[in-house]
């Protein structure tokens, strides 16, 4: 079964730094899924990508899937306080709907 | 236009007792899916349903669990006999009908079970 593998665990970053989150699988990624969950509540989604290669960006985020597309990352210029929660990954290994998640990152930003 | 409702958004129930979850997916949205994240663990994929069919009960547990999508109505999720080890957050996502390969699942903000 596929596996994600997101580091780092946990980010804490002062506001206004760049951070970058990784999301690495066992299998190749049909399509890969970021969402930030805020504690108690549920998934926002952010971005898919699909294609090795492919860079989506969306205010501040911008993520990216490699060529190989065993490897996402997703990059937040700039971060601001409102930017803190639990980043996820999820990937669908190639049923079109079955989604795996990783564990997620919790990201702090400190004012 | 709203997103996907879950209700209630808190659940506590003893031991032995039955839990009922519901889910109303976005408007448009023909395709649910229901997944549980148990604490300090990820979020696993439990069901898929289309409106009066179960697609995939891949990741459903063999007893006591059980899922339906009506023809009118929300989505339900139901636990019968509880037990502390059903404690977590049960999500819903939604979905439009697929084509290949594309389907963005929109997720509601979950019920919280908790079994004392």
């Known amino acids: 079964s596929q596996e994600l593998e997101q580091s780092p665990q946990s980010l804490i970053v002062q506001e206004g730094k760049n951070l970058t989150i990784n999301c690495t699988s066992s299998?190749?990624?049909?399509?890969l899924y970021w969402y930030k969950q805020k504690y108690g509540e549920g998934l926002i989604f952010l971005m898919m990508l699909q294609k090795g290669g492919e860079e989506k960006s969306h205010e501040k985020i911008t993520a990216k899937l490699d060529e190989k597309k065993q490897q996402s990352s997703l990059h937040i210029t700039a971060s601001q306080p409102s930017h803190a929660g639990i980043y996820l990954c999820g990937a669908d290994a190639g049923s079109n709907y079955k989604l795996t998640f990783g564990k997620g990152t919790l990201l702090t930003v400190n004012p | 236009n709203a997103g996907v409702m879950q209700n209630p958004r808190h659940l506590v129930r003893r031991r032995g007792q039955e839990a009922r979850l519901r889910c109303s997916p976005m408007?448009?949205?023909?395709?649910v899916y229901w997944y549980r994240q148990l604490p300090e663990e990820g979020l696993k994929f439990m069901v898929y349903l289309q409106k009066e069919n179960i697609i995939d009960e891949s990741g459903m547990p063999k007893e006591r669990f059980s899922a339906e999508f009506p023809k009118e109505g929300p989505s339900i999720l139901r636990i019968q006999q509880v037990v502390r080890g059903d404690s977590a957050a049960y999500f819903c996502?939604?979905?439009?009908?697929?084509?290949?390969?594309?389907?963005?699942?929109?997720f509601g903000p979950g019920t919280r079970l908790t079994v004392t």
């Open positions: 408007k448009g949205h023909s395709h």
């Open positions: 299998k190749t990624l049909y399509g």
């Open positions: 996502a939604s979905s439009t009908r697929m084509s290949a390969g594309v389907h963005e699942q929109y």
